[in-house]
């Protein structure tokens, strides 16, 4: 929700978090090779000051409430997929040979003004894609941040028709998920990393922390662990389930 132009809010600073503490990873690459040098700069700068105040106060500006930690990736992520489809023409995803694609394809001019009309056409093209429309339409809210950062009201075309195809989706049979082919492949890969630690790489209070785990796990005590102990956690058994589930 945004709040109005005369709530204290707006008097609070925002403060300078790093993208560390956001949990915001670099611009991909698709980007950074298609902007100038000079674009990049001002496309950093942007981003650095949208991310700080959706991490502070873009849940609901009234509140002060921002979004979590664990949102922000996910959130740049969706943001930078529409910066690809609007500057190259088309999301090039993790897979494509981006040199290829930004050759091939020709986006709009460079601008971080974004408008009503760049969400619009950009919900049109989402409508297109095959996945679910809730999955869009999740996609689609999160791009939509970049507009209330603006202090401009939107939402989707035809709104009320989109959330009656939600339901109708919801109560399909066949309905399955709501993840992307890409997303399901983060999800597995994720899955493999699961529980692999190096203890030599652990601070004290990490260390502390696995062990009392492990022991725990394990029935024994912490000074009693050894390397096998640290390994034993590693299994096929999640990751097993994983896959299924995601390939079901």
Same mark, same amino acid.
């Given at each position: 929700?945004?709040?109005?132009?005369?709530?204290?809010?707006?008097?609070?600073?925002?403060? $300078?978090?790093?993208?560390?503490?956001?949990?915001?990873?670099?611009?991909?690459?698709?980007?950074?090779?298609? @902007?100038?040098?000079? $674009?990049?700069?001002?496309?950093?700068?942007?981003?650095?000051?949208? %991310?700080?105040?959706?991490?502070?106060?873009?849940?609901?500006?009234?509140?002060?409430?921002?979004?979590?930690?664990?949102?922000?990736?996910?959130?740049?992520?969706?943001?930078?997929?529409?910066?690809?489809? @609007?500057?190259?023409?088309?999301?090039?995803?993790?897979?494509?040979?981006?040199?290829?694609?930004?050759?091939? $394809?020709?986006?709009?001019?460079? %601008?971080?003004?974004?408008?009503?009309?760049?969400?619009?056409?950009?919900?049109?093209?989402?409508? %297109?894609?095959?996945? =679910?429309?809730?999955? +869009?339409?999740? %996609?689609? +809210?999160?791009?939509?941040?970049?507009?209330?950062?603006?202090?401009?009201?939107?939402?989707?075309? +035809?709104? $009320?028709?989109?959330?009656?195809?939600?339901?109708? /989706?919801?109560?399909?049979?066949?309905?399955?998920?709501?993840?992307r082919d890409y997303?399901?492949?983060?999800?597995?890969?994720?899955? =493999?990393? &699961?529980?692999?630690?190096?203890?030599?790489? @652990?601070? /004290?209070?990490?260390?502390? #922390?696995?062990?009392?785990?492990?022991?725990?796990? @394990?029935?024994?005590? #912490?000074?009693? =662990?050894?390397?096998?102990?640290?390994d034993s956690t590693?299994?096929?058994? &999640?990751?097993? &389930?994983?896959?299924?589930?995601?390939? &079901?």
């Amino acid at each position: 929700m945004v709040a109005p132009e005369d709530h204290p809010i707006h008097d609070k600073p925002i403060p $300078e978090y790093s993208s560390k503490e956001m949990n915001v990873p670099e611009v991909r690459e698709s980007l950074q090779k298609k @902007l100038t040098p000079l $674009e990049l700069q001002m496309f950093e700068d942007w981003r650095l000051d949208f %991310t700080r105040w959706a991490f502070d106060r873009g849940k609901n500006e009234r509140r002060g409430e921002g979004y979590s930690y664990r949102s922000m990736r996910d959130i740049i992520n969706r943001v930078e997929r529409f910066c690809e489809w @609007l500057f190259i023409g088309k999301e090039v995803g993790k897979n494509g040979d981006i040199d290829e694609v930004i050759e091939s $394809e020709e986006g709009e001019n460079f %601008t971080v003004n974004f408008t009503p009309e760049h969400l619009n056409r950009y919900w049109y093209h989402l409508e %297109t894609n095959g996945n =679910l429309t809730d999955s +869009n339409r999740r %996609t689609v +809210n999160n791009v939509s941040l970049i507009l209330k950062h603006q202090r401009i009201e939107w939402k989707i075309p +035809n709104s $009320e028709e989109v959330y009656e195809d939600i339901h109708r /989706e919801e109560r399909n049979a066949a309905f399955k998920d709501w993840f992307r082919d890409y997303e399901l492949k983060d999800i597995k890969s994720a899955s =493999l990393r &699961l529980n692999i630690v190096d203890k030599n790489q @652990l601070n /004290e209070e990490e260390w502390n #922390k696995r062990a009392v785990y492990l022991s725990q796990a @394990l029935g024994k005590p #912490k000074y009693a =662990l050894s390397d096998e102990d640290w390994d034993s956690t590693v299994s096929w058994k &999640l990751p097993s &389930l994983v896959y299924m589930s995601c390939d &079901l």
